[in-house]
């Protein structure tokens, strides 16, 4: 169920406040832990605006046990009486349990009420394996701990505003669970997190330890110490933090649980980010490393150009001069590509920013003429910028020194850039003399024609076209189709 199908629901089917479904949103952005705890399929139904029965808008199906319930639930409409379990939690806003027996499979049903600033807005139920189901100790702490979060969220505790932050990948049950008491010493620790912290450097059992002692000594990182730690380790602030040292990186997420007033202990997830930490350092490396060799590029580059320039003024043959001052452009035009490489993380460039480049050099060919830019094509991978800044310098010098006359005074040409989805048009046109009568772009024996050509058939696998444009002048069309 998409989140906007979600939203149509909550608005087309409920009378909810705003503020009650940014709740609700906030209950199943977070639930996954309820239900992988609780080993629960977990359904969130919500009152009709004409309060004639309930609409399930959520559905969640748990990753630490087979599902209850395999069809979708969500959509389903359920009049007024048809699941008193319902209609007994929502009225009386306590939960409501009932046992019933199936093809002799024992099954538990729930009806958790979701309360928010003192009044019922929902109903959860919970479709679990009865508790009659012999399970081992740690199975058992975690559906005692998926019973605190749900007498929570029946008081209006659960869900939790996320204070501490530093870490955007919050661990789940199964990467590790502790559960601390109201001391923060750790009472119960799975085999997850437990290697988790072995990993960091303990050599301990973890239960019976105080986590904040242990895990701000097993914290060792450049700086000052990071006071998160502490306060998520300890269980009685939400939110989340890491651990690190040189053997290891683990990420806590600290959930205090609460009965009313009184404070019960917390449950602390455990994830082991060392090789995800590494994988992420190493590609940090790696970029600062290519953008090293862009930078290298270009200045290798804008010396080969330097030298053409200094090659050029000692000739003095028109033509030979006129050469070398085109391998001049060509080469900025791909210094221009390498140096924006070079300011810029990922493999991406802003192909705006290369094109206005491309044009300021264009300028310096023919300052009368008035080149501009419409339009933008965003972030564009390395391999298409390249050949496609060639391919606009090409087609903009041409439209400079060819396609404008020089008896025109209202000389302009124009960039303009189009991108849908997986498709880029580029488009150079200029108010000049047109076309020649004879004019073949596939006989035509110019180098820039044939360097258009080249690259925008064989390194961007698109096409290029030339045609009038009216009432006067020259309009090259390249499109080409996006990776």
Same mark, same amino acid.
């Given at each position: 169920?998409?989140?906007?199908?979600?939203?149509?629901? /909550?608005?087309?089917?409920?009378?909810?406040?705003? =503020?009650?479904?940014?709740?609700? =949103?906030?209950?199943?952005?977070?639930?996954?832990?309820?239900?992988?705890?609780?080993?629960?399929?977990?359904?969130?139904?919500?009152?009709?605006?004409?309060?004639?029965?309930?609409?399930?808008?959520?559905?969640?199906? +748990?990753?630490?046990?087979?599902?209850?319930?395999?069809?979708?639930?969500?959509?389903?409409?359920?009049?007024?009486? =048809?699941?008193?379990?319902?209609?007994?939690?929502?009225?009386?806003?306590?939960?409501?349990?009932?046992?019933?027996?199936?093809?002799?499979?024992?099954?538990?049903?729930?009806?958790? !009420?979701?309360?928010?600033?003192?009044?019922?807005?929902?109903?959860?139920?919970?479709?679990?394996?009865?508790?009659?189901?012999?399970?081992?100790?740690?199975?058992?702490?975690?559906?005692? $701990? %998926?019973?605190?979060?749900?007498?929570?969220?029946?008081?209006?505790?659960? !869900?939790?505003?996320?204070?501490?932050?530093? @870490?955007?990948?919050?661990?789940?049950?199964?990467?590790?669970?502790?559960?601390?008491?109201?001391?923060?010493?750790?009472?119960?620790? $799975?085999?997850?997190?437990? $290697?988790?912290?072995?990993? &960091?450097? &303990?050599?301990?059992? *973890?239960?019976?330890?105080? *986590?904040?002692?242990?895990?701000?000594?097993? #914290?060792?990182? !450049?700086? !000052?110490?990071?006071?998160?730690?502490?306060?998520?380790?300890?269980?009685?602030?939400?939110? #989340?933090?890491?651990?690190?040292?040189?053997?290891?990186?683990?990420?806590?997420?600290?959930? +205090?649980?609460?009965?009313?007033?009184?404070?019960?202990?917390?449950?602390?997830?455990?994830?082991?980010?060392?090789?995800?930490?590494?994988?992420?350092?190493? /590609?940090?490396?790696?970029?600062?490393?290519?953008?090293?060799?862009?930078?290298?590029?270009?200045?290798?580059?804008?010396?080969?150009? %330097?030298?053409?320039?200094?090659?050029?003024?000692?000739?003095?043959?028109?033509?030979?001069?006129?050469?070398?001052?085109?391998?001049?452009?060509?080469?900025?035009?791909?210094?221009?590509?390498?140096?924006?490489?070079?300011?810029?993380?990922?493999?991406?460039?802003?192909?705006?920013?290369?094109?206005?480049?491309?044009?300021?050099?264009?300028?310096?060919?023919?300052?009368? @003429?008035?080149?501009?830019?419409?339009?933008? %094509?965003?972030?564009?991978?390395?391999?298409?910028?390249?050949? *496609?800044?060639?391919?606009?310098?090409?087609?903009?010098?041409? %439209?400079?020194?060819?396609?404008?006359?020089?008896?025109? @005074?209202?000389?302009?040409?124009?960039?303009?850039?189009?991108?849908?989805?997986?498709?880029?048009?580029?488009?150079?046109?200029?108010?000049?003399?047109? *076309?020649?009568?004879?004019?073949?772009?596939?006989?035509? #024996?110019? /180098?820039?024609?044939?360097?258009?050509?080249? /690259?925008?058939?064989?390194?961007?696998?698109?096409?290029?076209?030339?045609?009038?444009?009216? +009432?006067?002048?020259?309009?090259?069309?390249?499109?080409?189709?996006?990776?």
């Amino acid at each position: 169920m998409t989140m906007v199908d979600r939203g149509r629901l /909550l608005a087309d089917r409920t009378d909810l406040r705003p =503020r009650d479904r940014d709740h609700l =949103r906030a209950l199943i952005a977070d639930w996954t832990l309820v239900a992988d705890l609780a080993f629960a399929d977990l359904v969130l139904w919500v009152p009709t605006w004409n309060q004639t029965g309930f609409t399930a808008v959520a559905q969640i199906r +748990p990753a630490t046990g087979p599902t209850s319930v395999p069809e979708d639930a969500v959509g389903r409409f359920v009049a007024k009486g =048809r699941r008193s379990e319902l209609d007994r939690a929502y009225a009386s806003g306590v939960i409501v349990r009932q046992q019933s027996e199936a093809k002799k499979k024992q099954t538990a049903y729930e009806a958790i !009420p979701v309360s928010f600033q003192g009044r019922v807005i929902a109903v959860i139920a919970r479709h679990a394996a009865s508790r009659d189901v012999h399970r081992g100790a740690l199975e058992e702490a975690y559906l005692r $701990s %998926a019973d605190d979060l749900f007498d929570m969220i029946s008081e209006g505790q659960f !869900p939790l505003p996320e204070g501490l932050s530093t @870490t955007d990948a919050p661990p789940r049950v199964g990467d590790g669970l502790l559960r601390l008491d109201q001391t923060g010493t750790v009472t119960v620790a $799975s085999p997850n997190a437990l $290697s988790a912290f072995h990993r &960091l450097g &303990l050599a301990a059992d *973890l239960v019976g330890t105080n *986590l904040t002692a242990t895990a701000t000594r097993l #914290s060792r990182t !450049p700086g !000052p110490i990071d006071e998160a730690v502490a306060l998520v380790a300890g269980g009685r602030s939400p939110g #989340s933090a890491q651990v690190e040292n040189e053997e290891a990186t683990v990420t806590l997420r600290s959930i +205090p649980l609460r009965r009313e007033s009184d404070y019960l202990g917390a449950l602390v997830l455990v994830r082991d980010v060392t090789d995800l930490r590494r994988q992420e350092k190493a /590609l940090l490396t790696k970029d600062s490393t290519i953008r090293e060799i862009h930078h290298r590029v270009k200045n290798n580059l804008q010396t080969v150009a %330097a030298l053409l320039r200094l090659q050029a003024r000692r000739i003095d043959e028109p033509a030979g001069r006129a050469a070398l001052a085109e391998a001049v452009r060509r080469v900025g035009a791909i210094a221009v590509v390498h140096e924006t490489l070079s300011q810029q993380e990922g493999e991406d460039a802003d192909f705006d920013e290369v094109a206005d480049r491309v044009i300021a050099l264009t300028r310096e060919l023919a300052i009368e @003429t008035e080149v501009s830019r419409t339009g933008s %094509a965003g972030l564009l991978p390395a391999d298409v910028v390249t050949p *496609l800044a060639m391919v606009i310098a090409e087609l903009l010098s041409n %439209a400079v020194q060819h396609g404008v006359s020089d008896s025109a @005074t209202n000389r302009m040409v124009t960039l303009s850039l189009e991108r849908t989805d997986r498709r880029l048009t580029v488009e150079v046109a200029d108010n000049g003399n047109g *076309l020649p009568a004879d004019f073949d772009p596939n006989s035509s #024996s110019g /180098l820039g024609l044939k360097i258009v050509k080249t /690259l925008v058939t064989e390194e961007l696998s698109g096409a290029v076209t030339w045609e009038p444009r009216r +009432p006067a002048g020259t309009r090259v069309v390249v499109d080409v189709l996006l990776p």
